[in-house]
């Protein structure tokens, strides 16, 4: 008989005890970020003091759960930029929405495996479901085929490969010594630059990444773009994918979608549209318009954790060819249950062992419909827009056009330099905004992505930089 019939009680407790602790982060949590709402947005913790408590877990002498959680909490209460203060202004990050938080408790108990479709049926089913519903509101036709991934940038990598393929079948086995050439693709100077990233773990290398200038505006010049490709032929490059941005990562601009797509389409070129702020716009049907030229894209993505607002991390890749997506992921072993070509999530994307992501969007689609989410997307935009009325009466000058909820401003005289002016708002920890560059001009970058962020909010903002003069 073994010497331990028993499971360790630390790891896994009786029903009760898991109860009651469940019980206590739901009491906690809540109560934790109404603190986080009347505090500071930045960390107010000592490192100091910080590191020699953690140095303090050896893991060699145990200590009850309830104490560990109280500790974790109290540590992440004090010791992050917190994302969900209704006074974050900052990256694309947003507070979640409660059904995708519940969505993660559920999942994490339960735990799916969704490498296959025998493994877990209704998971795969649910995710397949709801991202098909995604990819029909932005356009896509209802043969389109879509999946979860890590992040935008796991999506945007699934079509660089997608790309390839498609330009060359034969890239899958002998990888770029299968072009004749040096294989390209094209995406805007201002674009996300995981690009850069990407380009490299593919193979191809980051010169591959041929960036576009923009028009002056933070868009795609497409007229640069067709000068480009012209000339990377004359030279002997092989282009494979045109890449739109949907919602620059600086200012919120749309490249010229209609346009770039009748050039992928003229050049025999993948078409991508990296929507991974902006595709929420689809949500909205006053607002949805902005995007119009998506519908022409062979792959589209768009970030369920940014305009979405679920959980970190959940990207979502869309495609019209699934069998080019099955044809670049594609793998049979033996020790697998099953090989289902378009079902089973091990052979149509990057990932094996996958957490099951979507119930997070199903959950909060579903509460909310498109009207819901609709209405969020627009207040966003709303608010955005109240702020910048607001600046614009203070002498701030506005830098961008963006129908997005981003706003760009340079201060009016008198005021410190961009990177003064955000150092000092963020250190007083009244709300946390960006510096960033809009057509090599310094600018201060102001994104809301809080769900329950409100016009006090903004009227704290404007204070904060005002005090910051």
Same mark, same amino acid.
């Given at each position: 008989?073994?010497?331990?019939?028993?499971?360790?009680?630390?790891?896994?407790?009786?029903?009760?005890?898991?109860?009651?602790?469940?019980?206590?982060?739901?009491?906690?949590?809540?109560?934790?970020?109404?603190?986080?709402?009347?505090?500071?947005?930045?960390?107010?913790?000592?490192?100091?003091?910080?590191?020699?408590?953690?140095?303090?877990?050896?893991?060699?002498?145990?200590?009850?759960?309830?104490?560990?959680?109280?500790?974790?909490?109290?540590?992440?209460?004090?010791?992050?930029?917190?994302?969900?203060?209704?006074?974050?202004?900052?990256?694309?990050?947003?507070?979640?929405?409660?059904?995708?938080?519940?969505?993660?408790?559920?999942?994490?108990?339960?735990?799916?495996?969704?490498?296959?479709?025998?493994?877990?049926?209704?998971?795969?089913?649910?995710?397949?479901?709801?991202?098909?519903?995604?990819?029909?509101?932005?356009?896509?036709? $209802?043969? !389109?085929?879509?999946?979860? =991934?890590? %992040?935008?940038?796991?999506?945007?990598?699934? /079509? +660089? #490969?997608? @790309? &390839?393929?498609?330009?060359?079948?034969?890239?899958?086995?002998?990888?770029?010594?299968?072009?004749?050439?040096?294989?390209?693709?094209?995406?805007?100077?201002?674009?996300?630059?995981?690009?850069?990233?990407?380009?490299?773990?593919?193979?191809?290398?980051? $010169?591959? !990444?041929?960036?576009?200038? =923009?028009? %002056?505006?933070?868009?795609?010049?497409?007229? /640069? +773009? #067709?000068? @480009? &490709?012209?000339?990377?032929?004359?030279?002997?490059?092989?282009?494979?994918?045109?890449?739109?941005?949907?919602?620059?990562?600086?200012?919120?601009?749309?490249?010229?979608?209609?346009?770039?797509?009748?050039?992928?389409?003229?050049?025999?070129?993948?078409?991508?549209?990296?929507?991974?702020?902006?595709?929420?716009?689809?949500?909205?049907?006053?607002?949805?318009?902005? #995007?119009?030229?998506?519908?022409?894209?062979?792959?589209?993505?768009?970030?369920?954790?940014?305009?979405?607002?679920?959980?970190?991390?959940?990207?979502?890749?869309?495609?019209?060819?699934?069998?080019?997506?099955?044809?670049?992921?594609?793998?049979?072993?033996?020790?697998?249950?099953?090989?289902?070509?378009?079902?089973?999530?091990?052979?149509?994307?990057?990932?094996?062992?996958?957490?099951?992501?979507?119930?997070?969007?199903?959950?909060?689609?579903?509460?909310?419909?498109?009207?819901?989410?609709?209405?969020?997307?627009?207040?966003?935009?709303?608010?955005?827009?109240?702020?910048?009325?607001?600046?614009?009466?203070?002498?701030?000058?506005?830098?961008?056009?963006?129908?997005?909820?981003?706003?760009?401003?340079?201060?009016?005289?008198?005021?410190?330099?961009?990177?003064?002016?955000?150092?000092?708002?963020?250190?007083?920890?009244?709300?946390?905004?960006?510096?960033?560059?809009?057509?090599?001009?310094?600018?201060?970058?102001?994104?809301?992505?809080?769900?329950?962020?409100?016009?006090?909010?903004?009227?704290?903002?404007?204070?904060?930089?005002?005090?910051?003069?």
């Amino acid at each position: 008989m073994t010497d331990h019939p028993h499971p360790p009680a630390a790891l896994f407790p009786t029903r009760a005890e898991r109860a009651r602790l469940d019980d206590f982060l739901t009491r906690e949590l809540p109560r934790a970020n109404a603190r986080i709402a009347q505090g500071s947005v930045v960390p107010t913790f000592d490192l100091a003091s910080f590191k020699q408590e953690l140095a303090g877990f050896d893991f060699c002498t145990p200590r009850p759960l309830d104490e560990l959680l109280s500790w974790s909490i109290a540590q992440l209460e004090h010791g992050i930029v917190h994302m969900t203060h209704p006074r974050y202004f900052g990256l694309f990050n947003p507070a979640p929405t409660f059904p995708a938080e519940c969505a993660d408790r559920i999942v994490g108990a339960l735990n799916p495996q969704l490498a296959t479709w025998t493994t877990a049926p209704a998971a795969v089913e649910i995710e397949a479901h709801v991202l098909k519903a995604v990819a029909l509101r932005a356009g896509l036709p $209802a043969n !389109a085929v879509g999946h979860c =991934t890590s %992040g935008g940038s796991e999506a945007n990598s699934t /079509a +660089l #490969l997608c @790309a &390839l393929t498609r330009a060359n079948p034969r890239f899958a086995i002998e990888g770029t010594r299968a072009f004749a050439g040096t294989p390209v693709f094209y995406i805007s100077a201002d674009s996300h630059l995981a690009w850069l990233k990407i380009a490299h773990q593919t193979g191809i290398g980051r $010169a591959a !990444a041929h960036l576009v200038p =923009t028009d %002056g505006r933070g868009q795609m010049d497409a007229d /640069a +773009l #067709l000068s @480009a &490709l012209s000339e990377d032929r004359a030279r002997g490059c092989v282009p494979v994918m045109i890449v739109a941005t949907a919602g620059t990562t600086n200012a919120g601009m749309i490249d010229p979608l209609e346009r770039c797509a009748a050039i992928a389409r003229e050049a025999a070129l993948w078409y991508h549209v990296d929507a991974a702020w902006g595709g929420a716009l689809i949500a909205s049907d006053r607002r949805r318009g902005a #995007l119009a030229g998506m519908e022409h894209a062979d792959s589209i993505t768009i970030d369920a954790h940014k305009w979405f607002a679920t959980t970190m991390g959940c990207g979502m890749f869309m495609t019209r060819h699934a069998n080019i997506l099955s044809s670049v992921f594609h793998v049979s072993t033996t020790f697998m249950p099953s090989n289902i070509v378009h079902l089973d999530p091990y052979v149509t994307t990057a990932q094996w062992s996958r957490r099951f992501l979507g119930l997070r969007l199903f959950l909060s689609l579903a509460c909310a419909g498109w009207q819901g989410y609709g209405d969020h997307v627009e207040r966003s935009i709303a608010l955005m827009a109240a702020l910048k009325e607001e600046l614009g009466a203070r002498g701030w000058t506005i830098a961008n056009d963006s129908q997005l909820a981003v706003l760009c401003i340079v201060p009016p005289p008198g005021y410190p330099d961009v990177r003064t002016l955000v150092n000092r708002v963020i250190a007083s920890g009244h709300a946390w905004m960006a510096a960033a560059k809009l057509e090599g001009r310094d600018v201060v970058r102001i994104c809301l992505t809080h769900g329950e962020a409100t016009p006090q909010d903004i009227f704290e903002l404007v204070g904060a930089l005002s005090a910051a003069m």
